[in-house]
């Protein structure tokens, strides 16, 4: 006859039928005989079934929001290498569109500028209290040039100048847009 | 969790309505995020229970939940289906688990205060009408949860996954990554410690019954 440890090594294989029908009769033989693992063989079923009653918990109500406001927040920093791999024909498009567009303007940009006695170069913005007025007709209101300098409109208009609405300045002392160069004239 | 002998926890849901677990993360890894809503679905409350069970506190076991599902959305491309899905999410869920452990352990070398203040976090829901069998039963589950809570790590993890959730000894041996038989040992000795720890609420069970 096995003794109680060994019977109670095999005792959930016994229980669950996972034993050899010889080495179950053995057991079962000893269970009949050992009123103390024959109790623990009665208990083990008991407590598998409170544990398989045990009550459910729930999830709280927000806790797929959560679950994807925290994906979505850091989608940008998990932008794996299969992504990036799977947008690389659209990358390189844009990449190659940009190039180009970036050449030919610096090409039409280079044929247009005059290179002798080249005309005054803008370093600030071109600004017009009265909303609406383009940097082109900001030009033409400019008639205090001094006869030395030369404002080409061309470059006026494809340099970052800019017209912008300074509502917040005395409209009523200043009317007239203001042209800043580099050698400090106005 | 109703459950029977002899049917493992992925017959039992593979046999819902609907697309697989496999079939749904197949979909997910082509950028389907519906599928991974279904997943989500699916799974939070089983995973819910599982951690809860083994950390015993409801607050750390929606955070690992909630990790859990985080991990799975940003390495979806690690899945292979050479493993069943609910084998991958619940070592994932497994694994922070454990380290949520660690983590507390060393926590509670500066706080020895902690483990009353979270106790006091979690109440069961009131599904119970009658208040007498309503403490009985919330009662009964804190001296059950306890009793998980007493055993060890590597035993509290199995005997959950077995007996609270129904998982197959070769399912959980593939979630533990340990060999079948070290699972069926580790599942015994776990059982006959808590029927030990637990005798006298059999009895008193037994006696109500009769």
Same mark, same amino acid.
């Given at each position: 006859m096995l003794d109680c440890d060994r019977v109670q090594i095999q005792i959930s294989d016994f229980l669950e039928k996972g034993l050899e029908p010889a080495a179950h009769s053995v057991v079962e033989k000893h269970l009949k005989a050992c009123p103390e693992c024959r109790a623990i063989a009665n208990r083990i079923p008991m407590v598998r079934t409170m544990m398989g009653n045990l009550q459910l918990v729930s999830c709280s109500d927000d806790f797929s929001q959560k679950l994807h406001s925290r994906i979505s927040g850091e989608l940008p920093?998990?932008?794996?290498?299969?992504?990036?791999?799977? $947008?690389? $024909?659209?990358?390189?498009?844009?990449?190659?569109?940009?190039?180009?567009?970036?050449?030919?303007?610096?090409?039409?940009?280079?044929e247009s500028a005059p290179t002798a006695n080249g005309p005054v170069q803008l370093q600030g913005a071109v600004t017009s209290p009265t909303p609406g007025v383009t940097p082109a007709s900001a030009v033409q209101q400019t008639s205090s040039l001094s006869s030395g300098q030369e404002f080409d409109v061309k470059t006026a208009q494809n340099t970052n100048a800019v017209v912008s609405d300074s509502s917040d300045d005395d409209h009523s002392k200043d009317r007239e847009p203001r042209i800043k160069y580099v050698d400090g004239t106005k | 969790?109703?459950?029977?002998?002899?049917?493992?926890?992925?017959?039992?849901?593979? *046999?819902?309505?609907?697309?697989?677990?496999?079939?749904?993360?197949?979909?997910? /890894?082509?950028?389907?995020?519906?599928?991974?809503?279904? #997943?989500?679905?699916?799974?939070?409350?089983?995973? #819910?229970? %599982?951690?809860?069970?083994?950390? *015993?506190?409801?607050?750390?076991?929606?955070?690992?939940? /909630?990790?859990?599902?985080?991990?799975? %959305?940003?390495?979806?491309?690690y899945y292979k289906e050479v493993a069943k899905f609910s084998t991958w999410i619940y070592t994932i869920a497994g694994n922070l688990a454990k380290t949520e452990l660690r983590r507390r352990k060393r926590r509670k070398l500066f706080s020895i205060n902690r483990e009353t203040a979270t106790e006091k976090e979690f109440e069961l829901p009131d599904l119970v009408s009658n208040p007498e069998k309503e403490t009985d039963s919330a009662l009964t589950e804190k001296i059950i949860q306890k009793a998980i809570s007493n055993l060890p790590p590597k035993f509290r993890q199995v005997i959950i996954l077995r007996d609270v959730q129904g998982f197959s000894y070769e399912e959980i041996s593939g979630i533990v990554k340990v060999p079948l038989g070290t699972v069926k040992s580790r599942v015994n000795r776990a059982r006959l410690r808590l029927q030990e720890e637990l005798a006298f609420l059999v009895e008193k069970k037994d006696s109500i019954a009769n």
């Amino acid at each position: 006859m096995l003794d109680c440890d060994r019977v109670q090594i095999q005792i959930s294989d016994f229980l669950e039928k996972g034993l050899e029908p010889a080495a179950h009769s053995v057991v079962e033989k000893h269970l009949k005989a050992c009123p103390e693992c024959r109790a623990i063989a009665n208990r083990i079923p008991m407590v598998r079934t409170m544990m398989g009653n045990l009550q459910l918990v729930s999830c709280s109500d927000d806790f797929s929001q959560k679950l994807h406001s925290r994906i979505s927040g850091e989608l940008p920093s998990s932008l794996s290498f299969a992504q990036v791999k799977r $947008y690389s $024909y659209a990358i390189s498009f844009a990449v190659v569109i940009f190039v180009l567009f970036w050449g030919v303007n610096t090409f039409i940009f280079n044929e247009s500028a005059p290179t002798a006695n080249g005309p005054v170069q803008l370093q600030g913005a071109v600004t017009s209290p009265t909303p609406g007025v383009t940097p082109a007709s900001a030009v033409q209101q400019t008639s205090s040039l001094s006869s030395g300098q030369e404002f080409d409109v061309k470059t006026a208009q494809n340099t970052n100048a800019v017209v912008s609405d300074s509502s917040d300045d005395d409209h009523s002392k200043d009317r007239e847009p203001r042209i800043k160069y580099v050698d400090g004239t106005k | 969790m109703a459950k029977t002998e002899n049917e493992s926890y992925s017959e039992r849901n593979n *046999g819902r309505a609907g697309p697989t677990d496999e079939e749904l993360i197949a979909r997910f /890894q082509k950028g389907d995020m519906y599928a991974f809503d279904l #997943l989500v679905r699916r799974y939070k409350e089983p995973l #819910l229970n %599982f951690i809860y069970r083994f950390l *015993g506190n409801m607050v750390e076991a929606e955070d690992i939940v /909630q990790d859990t599902f985080y991990r799975v %959305f940003k390495n979806k491309h690690y899945y292979k289906e050479v493993a069943k899905f609910s084998t991958w999410i619940y070592t994932i869920a497994g694994n922070l688990a454990k380290t949520e452990l660690r983590r507390r352990k060393r926590r509670k070398l500066f706080s020895i205060n902690r483990e009353t203040a979270t106790e006091k976090e979690f109440e069961l829901p009131d599904l119970v009408s009658n208040p007498e069998k309503e403490t009985d039963s919330a009662l009964t589950e804190k001296i059950i949860q306890k009793a998980i809570s007493n055993l060890p790590p590597k035993f509290r993890q199995v005997i959950i996954l077995r007996d609270v959730q129904g998982f197959s000894y070769e399912e959980i041996s593939g979630i533990v990554k340990v060999p079948l038989g070290t699972v069926k040992s580790r599942v015994n000795r776990a059982r006959l410690r808590l029927q030990e720890e637990l005798a006298f609420l059999v009895e008193k069970k037994d006696s109500i019954a009769n």
